[in-house]
């Protein structure tokens, strides 16, 4: 199957400082990237979208200034947690599909512990 | 948008057991339902999934039923084994955004 690959797979970091995580398509040209966060013992919460070349769509309640999402280019999404606070941190997956209506890939998952 | 239910929420069962768990789904234009396995800090893993043109599939212990009419879909895991034990979710998609169950955590107990 398709790999999408994401960095770091664990950080931390103190209040206040920015930090990125990359999402990968290995394998193939991935035009659209979905950003997940997960709590302890939760389900995946949809961030948002991240479409290749344009400005990415959040879902309700997403902070977009908090959380910038770059999609430059077709095997590469970028999410910054900026500003970031303790209740920042949680497990964000990011995924990708080869196309509609077909299997989705994940990424291996980021654990952001903010201090 | 799509909202997905999924019960129950915990599932212990002796191994050799089965093991079902339930999904509804809101959207009736949904076609595309994939299950997902994920152990403790790792990425989802898809199991299985349907399609809305089929009611039922079978992947060797693994099956998925399909009642488009009612809404809802179902997990069957046949003969438990200690490495089932994980967080299950059930997802639904008219297109390509998924919404995600609330997970079960299946244990299976030896």
């Known amino acids: 199957g398709a790999v999408v690959s994401q960095h770091p797979s664990r950080v931390i970091c103190k209040s206040g400082t920015s930090v990125k995580i990359e999402c990968r398509s290995l394998d193939f040209q991935a035009t659209t990237m979905f950003w997940y966060r997960q709590f302890p013992k939760k389900s995946l919460m949809l961030m948002a979208t991240s479409n290749e070349g344009s400005k990415a769509t959040y879902e309700q309640g997403v902070e977009k200034d908090k959380f910038l999402i770059n999609h430059a280019s077709l095997t590469l999404s970028t999410l910054t947690v900026t500003s970031a606070h303790p209740e920042d941190s949680s497990f964000y997956i990011c995924?990708?599909?080869?196309?509609?209506?077909?299997?989705?890939?994940f990424g291996q998952g980021t654990r952001l512990t903010v201090v | 948008g799509e909202n997905v239910e999924q019960h129950p929420s915990t599932l212990s069962v002796q191994e050799g057991d089965s093991a079902v768990i339930k999904c509804t789904y809101s959207d009736s234009a949904s076609n595309y339902f994939p299950w997902y396995k994920q152990e403790l800090g790792k990425r989802p893993q898809l199991i299985i999934d349907i399609r809305s043109n089929v009611g039922e599939k079978k992947d060797q212990r693994i099956a998925v039923t399909l009642n488009k009419t009612a809404k809802h879909f179902s997990l069957h895991i046949t003969e438990t084994q200690p490495e089932d034990s994980a967080v299950y979710f059930c997802a639904a998609t008219p297109g390509y955004k998924l919404s995600f169950g609330a997970g079960t955590t299946v244990t299976v107990r030896a």
């Open positions: 995924s990708a599909f080869l196309g509609g209506n077909t299997e989705a890939f």
